[in-house]
């Protein structure tokens, strides 16, 4: 931090604790039922007690699968306890949610659990909703956000066309708010994977791999017996100088989960063929033909028979024609819902050619779009599900780009009422982490009206660290990939905004300084402070204002903290 800021900083902390320690107003505690956790973690409590932001004025929009699916009855009952804003809140915060649209019947009321915590950390600001189950329902509700005065969207969705290598029309969508002048924040997406203890990927993101070319290699006996007659080659695995045609994952028992290969070829113009060949339990089995207009196909793999952990192979097959060409290619990992995923992968090691455990894809992987990874509150530790990058675009943007990873990080596995997510009673997943950091655009939004989305995410980038934050990678993992920025920090981002306060002109003719106050024990004010005599001060200001001071330079201190080192460059839905 530099001088400047430290000097702004300095002044804006002494200015509003001293106020506070001689009479005037300090910060309130928190009010309602989820506690400081989350305002403590993103430093949005020091925001309020210094800059007087709660969010006021500022409009939060969300995008989830249902608000009130559950019943009325228990959004009333969530605002009457202080985990909504409206008619009732104990805590004074009486705008309501706006719903402009609602999810399908039978949905968690995920979006709810979403707004309790943007009410957590920006309670003052005003939360509007629109239900997405679809793209249609997805593209209109970010149009109808925007129309009723939406400055922040959030979203936790995954939206049809999403996956690697492109932008669809979701993505395209996202962009569009953001050139609209909305700043546009998508949950990361819960794909990663780690290696389980004990296993040699340990301390490795293995939920996908990637090449940026096919290599071509001689297929296995059992793999080639299902193409008789035909021209075939696959995919080979092993980054150096050997060869292999299968890759192989270990899966726990009572495991599913769905692989997605893809390649980078644009839809519509696919000129290679691929497929996913899986060996489970010994049986040699191939995927289901893919559309041959779109460069995507799918299978499922698991352990449904076993009891104990099992290894599993997986073949990438190539049709060899005339047009057949070595485009690259990506295998993720998707874990189905209520089962386990996989625990081991054979190559768990990034390369120059090859990358492991990339799963930011999609609208979450749009430049202008601010994707968020997850820290637990609890630990202060990176959740391992939060997805990964780098994330290579080739489709859908004016020229190839690749996204390092998520742009930074908020927290997750925060306090809700009992009334949504099944009744748990915690928020995790990116899913919770994101309306974090939508909450804390508010407060910078509060703060410094008119900030363009481009400006917004500079700030909270650029205020962002790493020094609180705990990785649970392995040091080769690269942190870009997994934090970006790092976890956002409300106070220091605003410390950043205040201007440099202008020097008050010396009024003494002979230029000596003007005399600072000393305190007098006991004397119920201060020599060489006639104004502080002067309104009957009783003798407890002067220990209040030094307890102030005391609590100032604390701050100070936080404020202080190491910043990160620049770097160049479960829930089943987000």
């Known amino acids: 931090m530099g001088g400047t800021r430290v000097g702004v900083a300095v002044v804006a902390l002494l200015g509003g604790l001293l106020t506070a320690g001689a009479g005037g107003a300090a910060a309130a505690e928190p009010c309602g039922p989820a506690g400081d956790t989350a305002r403590r973690l993103l430093g949005a409590d020091?925001?309020?007690?210094?800059?007087?932001?709660?969010?006021?004025?500022?409009?939060?929009?969300?995008?989830?699968?249902?608000?009130?699916?559950?019943?009325?009855?228990d959004v009333d009952a969530d605002v009457a306890a202080g985990w909504l804003?409206?008619?009732?809140?104990?805590?004074?915060?009486?705008?309501?949610?706006?719903?402009?649209?609602?999810?399908?019947?039978?949905?968690?009321?995920?979006?709810?659990?979403?707004?309790?915590?943007?009410?957590?950390?920006?309670?003052?600001?005003?939360?509007?909703?629109?239900?997405?189950?679809?793209?249609?329902?997805?593209?209109?509700?970010?149009?109808?956000?925007?129309?009723?005065?939406?400055?922040?969207?959030?979203?936790?969705?995954?939206?049809g066309g999403d996956r690697p290598y492109h932008i669809d029309a979701g993505g395209r969508a996202a962009r569009a708010a953001v050139e609209a002048g909305v700043l546009y924040i998508a949950a990361a997406g819960n794909f990663g994977v780690a290696g389980a203890p004990g296993r040699p990927s340990a301390g490795f993101p293995i939920g996908a791999w990637s090449t940026v070319a096919y290599r071509p290699t001689v297929c296995p006996g059992e793999v080639a017996a299902l193409y008789p007659g035909e021209l075939i080659d696959c995919l080979d695995f092993d980054p150096g100088e050997a060869e292999d045609a299968s890759l192989t994952v270990t899966m726990p028992a009572k495991s599913l989960m769905t692989g997605s290969l893809d390649w980078a070829e644009d839809d519509g113009d696919v000129s290679t063929s691929?497929?996913?060949?899986?060996?489970?339990?010994?049986?040699?089995?191939?995927?289901?033909?893919?559309?041959?207009?779109?460069?995507?196909?799918?299978?499922?793999?698991?352990?449904?028979?076993?009891?104990?952990?099992?290894?599993?192979?997986?073949?990438v097959v190539r049709h060899v024609t005339p047009t057949a060409g070595t485009p690259p290619i990506s295998v993720t990992w998707a874990q189905a819902e209520g089962y386990d995923v996989l625990i081991d992968q054979e190559y768990y090691r990034s390369t120059d050619t090859d990358v492991v455990g990339t799963t930011l894809y999609g609208h979450r992987a749009v430049p202008a779009v601010f994707s968020v990874a997850?820290?637990?509150?609890?630990?202060?530790?990176?959740?391992?599900?939060?997805?990964?990058?780098?994330?290579?675009?080739?489709?859908?943007?004016?020229?190839?780009?690749?996204?390092?990873?998520?742009?930074?990080?908020?927290?997750?596995?925060?306090?809700?009422?009992?009334?949504?997510?099944?009744?748990?009673?915690?928020?995790?997943?990116?899913?919770?982490?994101?309306?974090?950091?939508?909450?804390?655009?508010?407060?910078?939004?509060q703060h410094t009206p008119g900030l363009s989305p481009v400006r917004l995410r500079e700030v909270l980038t650029e205020n962002a660290g790493t020094g609180r934050l705990l990785q649970p990678w392995d040091a080769s993992v690269a942190p870009e990939r997994s934090v970006g920025a790092g976890l956002i920090d409300v106070a220091a981002t605003l410390s950043a905004l205040t201007p440099e306060p202008t020097p008050t002109p010396d009024p003494s003719p002979t230029g000596d300084p003007t005399p600072v106050p000393v305190p007098v024990?006991?004397?119920?004010?201060?020599?060489?402070?006639?104004?502080?005599?002067?309104?009957?001060?009783?003798?407890?200001?002067?220990?209040?204002?030094?307890?102030?001071?005391?609590?100032?330079?604390?701050?100070?201190?936080?404020?202080?903290?190491?910043?990160?080192?620049?770097?160049?460059?479960?829930?089943?839905r987000a």
């Open 46 to 73: 020091t925001a309020e007690s210094v800059f007087g932001v709660d969010g006021t004025g500022v409009k939060v929009g969300i995008i989830s699968n249902s608000f009130a699916a559950r019943g009325q009855a």
């Open 85 to 159: 804003p409206g008619p009732g809140n104990p805590c004074g915060y009486e705008t309501p949610v706006t719903v402009l649209s609602e999810g399908a019947d039978g949905e968690d009321d995920e979006g709810r659990a979403m707004a309790q915590v943007v009410h957590q950390v920006a309670p003052g600001a005003e939360i509007l909703f629109a239900g997405s189950n679809s793209l249609d329902s997805y593209e209109s509700g970010i149009a109808d956000l925007i129309a009723h005065g939406a400055s922040v969207i959030v979203d936790d969705e995954s939206v």
């Open 274 to 315: 691929f497929d996913y060949v899986l060996t489970v339990d010994g049986r040699t089995t191939k995927s289901t033909p893919s559309n041959p207009q779109v460069a995507s196909a799918f299978a499922e793999i698991g352990n449904l028979s076993s009891s104990d952990p099992i290894e599993n192979t997986v073949s």
């Open 374 to 445: 997850a820290m637990n509150a609890a630990d202060s530790t990176l959740e391992t599900y939060s997805s990964l990058g780098p994330a290579a675009l080739y489709f859908g943007v004016p020229e190839p780009v690749v996204v390092p990873g998520p742009t930074a990080v908020g927290v997750d596995n925060l306090p809700t009422s009992n009334s949504v997510l099944g009744g748990s009673g915690w928020f995790r997943g990116t899913s919770a982490a994101s309306p974090t950091v939508a909450a804390a655009a508010a407060l910078v939004l």
């Open 521 to 572: 024990p006991g004397g119920g004010g201060s020599a060489g402070s006639p104004a502080l005599a002067a309104t009957g001060a009783p003798d407890a200001a002067v220990p209040a204002a030094l307890a102030a001071l005391a609590a100032a330079i604390g701050a100070v201190a936080l404020l202080l903290r190491p910043r990160r080192t620049r770097h160049p460059v479960r829930r089943s």
